[in-house]
């Protein structure tokens, strides 16, 4: 079977810069590459075509801002940089060089995306506790550490795993058709080497504002300059009668597919 060859034209061999009104996108590709075109008054950028968290079509979404938003799950990205701005992804997009000459706007090599500088906070917290093992409350985390934070972050979940891809629990993975190191949102190494400390099987009792402490369920406390509360929700469960028998299961966690 052949396979499917990229759409639109090809942007080294050059597409004319009227031909893409402002604030708008073109689809195109760079050899085997599918990119997007994206003008923002006088100049052109070039980033990666599919979103990457579940390659979601960006030439179908909406240019606005400096950023261009999925139409699938709503993840934006920066067009000057690549940089994924807003939750569900966390990946940045490939970005390529444009050139342009006079009406001509030509794609060359790839750069490396690089995140906007968004200025240094005040008052900027010692001790960041995230209190949730989910994407809500890893994609904080990885946020924090990609703007430069640099003081100890500690999440807290009651999971037994790393933060995974939940949606993907009840779809492929459960289908069989995916394999386990699809799930996880990042490698084991990346806490490590990022300096979060993750600590899972770990409920929390009680949060105590007036010491800024948490009390876990086993005697432990955890102090904190800021607090994020990132548990996220329960899953939906059938009101029918039958709904608690002990076959019938619901999946929130990578142990409740095993």
């Not at 300059?225 to 990578?254: F, K, M, Q, S, Y």
Request: aromatic fraction near 6%; hydrophobic fraction near 40%.
């Amino acid at each position: 079977m052949d396979e499917k060859k990229p759409s639109g034209p090809d942007f080294m061999q050059g597409v004319r810069f009227s031909s893409i009104s402002d604030g708008q996108s073109l689809l195109g590709h760079v050899g085997d590459a599918a990119v997007l075109l994206v003008r923002a008054g006088a100049e052109v950028f070039a980033i990666g075509a599919e979103c990457t968290h579940y390659h979601g079509p960006l030439a179908e979404g909406v240019v606005d801002g400096g950023a261009v938003r999925c139409p699938w799950h709503h993840a934006c990205f920066d067009i000057r940089t690549g940089e994924a701005l807003h939750a569900p992804a966390l990946s940045p997009l490939a970005c390529w060089k444009v050139e342009r000459q006079g009406d001509t706007v030509l794609v060359k090599e790839t750069i490396a995306p690089k995140p906007k500088p968004r200025g240094t906070p005040s008052n900027v917290p010692d001790k960041m506790v995230i209190v949730g093992g989910g994407a809500a409350g890893f994609a904080a985390a990885e946020m924090l550490r990609r703007q430069d934070f640099r003081g100890s972050i500690v999440m807290l979940s009651n999971d037994d795993a790393p933060p995974v891809d939940r949606p993907n629990l009840s779809k492929d993975y459960l289908a069989g058709s995916a394999p386990a190191d699809w799930l996880p949102l990042r490698p084991d190494d990346f806490y490590r080497d990022n300096h979060i400390d993750l600590r899972l099987k770990t409920d929390v009792a009680t949060i105590n504002p007036k010491d800024n402490t948490l009390t876990l369920a086993d005697g432990g406390t955890v102090p904190y300059d800021r607090l994020l509360l990132a548990t996220g929700a329960e899953p939906v469960r059938l009101p029918i009668p039958g709904a608690n028998l002990p076959h019938v299961h619901v999946l929130r966690t990578l142990n409740d597919c095993r």
